[in-house]
């Protein structure tokens, strides 16, 4: 598992992903559920994504634990469950997020970044080795 050393300075929270992928709508739409927490706490929501004229739309509410488990019966048959290390800091006024897949092969991992910055006057850390941009 990839873990970054963030100085001292920096504060960094640490969580486990699991992303389920559901079964296909007819508007086309992308529909998963997500369980994200730490120290056997979790949260749990169900998201949709869909695009409308070039422009993504998401919708993303909580769910109860019982309904996430209920919601796990219309998992996408031959898709995996992404299991995630995920890292989360904020340096510079940018916030960045490290997602580790854990259960995909070399076990690859993204670096997320959202900022009000323009992408020529983002600064990635220079404790974040990036291997090439996939933007």
């Known amino acids: 598992m990839f873990d970054i050393n963030t100085p001292k300075n920096v504060k960094k929270e640490v969580f486990q992903t699991e ?3 559901l079964q296909g709508t007819k508007d086309g739409s992308e529909a998963f559920i997500r369980k994200i927490g ?3 706490s979790y949260i749990y929501t169900h998201e949709v994504r869909q695009y409308l004229r070039e422009e993504r739309i998401q919708k993303k509410r909580q769910l109860t634990a019982r309904e996430y488990i209920e919601m796990l019966d219309q998992a996408a048959r031959g898709y995996i469950k992404l299991k995630k290390f995920r890292q ?5 006024g940018q916030y960045f997020m490290v997602e580790t897949l854990l259960n995909v092969d070399q076990q690859p991992s993204l670096l997320r970044v959202e ?3 323009t992408q020529s006057d983002l600064q ?3 404790f974040v080795n990036v291997l090439r941009e996939v933007t």
């Open 115 to 117: 900022s009000s910055k």
């Open 19 to 21: 992303e389920t992928f």
């Open 38 to 40: 730490k120290n056997d």
């Open 88 to 92: 989360c800091f904020t340096y510079l």
């Open 124 to 126: 990635i850390p220079g």
